[in-house]
């Protein structure tokens, strides 16, 4: 199974919504839809015309436990969306299946067009949840909001979030958002059974490990690669952990 990413490139995620249009206007309308809000496929799949038509927003339940939030649908959106409505009945699918039909386009058909148009670009990475990552990490790099998109999207952690949009974290802006009560909770985390020195010593050990290693004749250079990316890692943390107040 290959990992879903986001499209970072403008003219690439240009493109894509191009080769959308040419197979059919619902499609470019449903990415459109999906990359201007954050709102997952099944949740757009859903719309009749009258939900979304004319919205400067919209209120969505996501996650196993239908917790609700408030999606954003930002002016330029808003008119494309106007436009795709103008003239059809309000109660019908917003992205309808098959021309003769009034059933609402399948998650699969959708899924298997994103899928062909990103194969004919070269894109490998293209999935059902292309729509959402590359409006979190648009969203990310205008904002460095790391923790309004943990919140609409649900996640558990800033971390989560950062593995989402494949971003790096940033610490510092991590650090300096802690909230008393998340400060409170690892202070107990760290004490608790002495969890916090068992972490430092587990990693002292990988240290010490790849110190000895080192000077192994029989690693491969793939194997220094990897130590020189998480020796700078871990340093880049080291420095935003001592610079951060």
């Known amino acids: 199974m290959n990992w879903v990413s986001p499209i970072k490139d403008e003219e690439t995620l240009w493109r894509f ?14 990415f459109e839809i999906g990359v201007g809000t954050g709102l997952q496929l099944q949740e757009i799949l859903k719309f009749k015309n009258k939900d979304i038509r004319g919205k400067d927003s919209i209120e969505a339940s996501i996650g196993t436990k239908n917790i609700k ?53 070269g894109l490998n990475s293209i999935g059902a949840q292309t729509m959402r990552k590359t409006f979190a990490w648009r969203y990310y790099k205008e904002t460095d909001d790391i923790y309004y998109l943990q919140n609409l999207l649900n996640h ?8 989402y949009i494949g971003e790096k974290p940033n610490v510092e802006v991590v650090l300096k958002k802690m909230t008393p009560e998340e400060n409170e909770r690892s202070r107990y985390l760290l004490y608790k059974d002495g969890n916090g020195k068992k972490r430092i010593q587990g990693l002292r050990e990988v240290l010490d490990y790849l110190e000895k290693e ?10 220094y690669g990897k130590v020189d ?17």
Do not use: W
């Not at 990316?229 to 107040?245: I, S, V």
């Open 229 to 245: 990316c998480l020796l700078t890692e871990m340093e880049e943390l080291a420095e935003n952990f001592h610079t951060t107040k």
């Open 69 to 121: 939030r408030v999606f954003q649908i930002p002016p330029e959106l808003k008119a494309i969306i106007t436009e795709f409505t103008e003239g059809k009945d309000p109660d019908a699918f917003l992205i309808q299946g098959h021309a003769n039909s009034s059933s609402a386009l399948s998650r699969e058909q959708a899924y298997r067009v994103f899928k062909a148009v990103g194969k004919s670009m």
């Open 17 to 30: 919504k191009e080769k959308l249009r040419e197979v059919d206007d619902k499609y470019y309308i449903l």
């Open 214 to 223: 080192l000077e192994n004749p029989t690693n491969n250079d793939a194997f």
């Open 156 to 163: 558990a952690s800033p971390s989560i979030t950062y593995r």
